[in-house]
């Protein structure tokens, strides 16, 4: 009987079951295992970054002193992902999706979520 109100009154059907109280029950999901490929960005590896990321890598090198040997390049990356721009830091890894779309992930995060895979 809620949902039908209040599929009246917002013009939607709603999602979910309601308790008695009138929250919304969470239920729980199970991430599909999926194996994804990725790159860590190391601040030293653009060029190996370039090959695998492809057209959805944007950058601009912000110190030229690495040329003449004073000290590494200085770089901000950013991917093009399906959500708009996102700057990768030094450190993060650059992950290929399952639809071949790219997006950056931080390190603890990668680490929480997945495992090198067997060959």
């Known amino acids: 009987m809620l949902a039908a109100v209040q599929q009246l009154l917002y013009g939607m059907p709603v999602l979910g079951q309601w308790d008695r109280t009138g ?14 490929e990725a790159i860590r960005w190391t601040g ?12 959805s890598l944007e950058y601009d090198i912000l110190d030229a002193a ?3 040997g ?3 390049v200085m770089v901000n990356v950013r991917i093009r992902t399906l959500e708009g721009i996102h700057h990768a830091s030094v450190g993060d890894f650059i ?3 399952v ?8 390190p603890d995060i990668f680490q929480e979520t997945y495992v090198e895979a067997e060959v």
């Not at 030293?44 to 057209?55: T, W």
């Not at 639809?99 to 931080?106: D, I, L, N, S």
């Open 70 to 72: 004073k000290g590494p």
């Open 44 to 55: 030293e590896n653009l060029q190996e970054l370039k090959n695998f990321v492809g057209d």
């Open 95 to 97: 992950i290929k999706g």
């Open 66 to 68: 690495w040329e003449v």
């Open 23 to 36: 929250g919304i029950k969470v239920k729980r999901y199970t991430k599909k295992p999926v194996t994804v």
């Open 99 to 106: 639809h071949g779309e790219f997006y950056p992930c931080k």
